[in-house]
């Protein structure tokens, strides 16, 4: 029992790792010993904190059991959607850069320990039009991973995940997470009606599939309409 509460606290506390932007264990254990209510949160209250090893070793076993922690997925997933009859009416999808904390692959994509053979580098562009009507566009790159995402839009609950190289298309693996959803979980398809996402996903075959298949009303960005207003504006 005492190992298995160290293991949720240790999960909380990376959850919390993210909420804070924390990059590096290390600065993360820091966070912690300043912060008394993340401290109560995460069940430290009062306990020895945790070494920068604890986190590596549970990150190691979690990696190693990637089945059982998708079946305590799944089984939440099914509990809530028992529970809340309104659960999937409103979903949103979106996309997230996944940093490597290793370096990248050598050109002899030799396994080191350090380096990170599963990884690539994804690129992002963002644009819009500014306050004065002036056209901006920034590019972010990193390298890494992707992590795409279906959630229930009112109670802020996943429903689907899938994490990818960072150089995959946000479009088709959004198609494939709502084909996901209908397959495993088709009552929570059932009862969508709305499916919002940003105009990166604004794609007919999508668009398409939620209101045929599904009778889902797609409400996503037009590309088309960016660029109009852009020419407007400017």
Known sequence: MKSYNLAISTAIFSLAGIVFQHE???????EL????????????????????????????NLSKNTEDV?????????????????????????????????????????????????????????SGVDGNGKMWE???????????????????????FELTKASAGEGPEMKKLIEKIAKDNPEIMDRC????ADRGYDDTDIIEKLWQEYKTKAVIDMRNCWQKKRSTDV
Do not use: C, M
């Not at 409103?90 to 080191?112: C, H, M, P, W, Y």
């Not at 009606?193 to 919002?196: D, G, K, P």
């Open 70 to 126: 998708e079946k305590i997925f799944d089984t939440v997933l099914k509990q809530i959607t028992e529970l809340l009859p309104n659960f999937g009416q409103r979903l949103a999808g979106d996309g997230k850069a996944i940093k490597s904390v290793a370096t990248r692959k050598n050109k002899n994509k030799e396994e080191d320990g350090r380096r990170d053979l599963d990884a690539d580098k994804g690129v992002k562009k963002y």
């Open 24 to 30: 590096s264990n290390s600065s993360l254990i820091r």
């Open 193 to 196: 009606e709305v499916f919002t």
């Open 33 to 60: 010993s300043r912060n008394s209510q993340l401290r109560v949160i995460t069940g430290f209250a009062g306990r020895k904190l945790p070494d920068s090893y604890n986190y590596t070793r549970f990150f190691d």
């Open 138 to 160: 920034k590019i972010v790159t990193w390298f890494g991973y992707k992590l795409h995402l279906i959630v229930d839009a009112v109670y802020e609950l996943p429903v689907a």
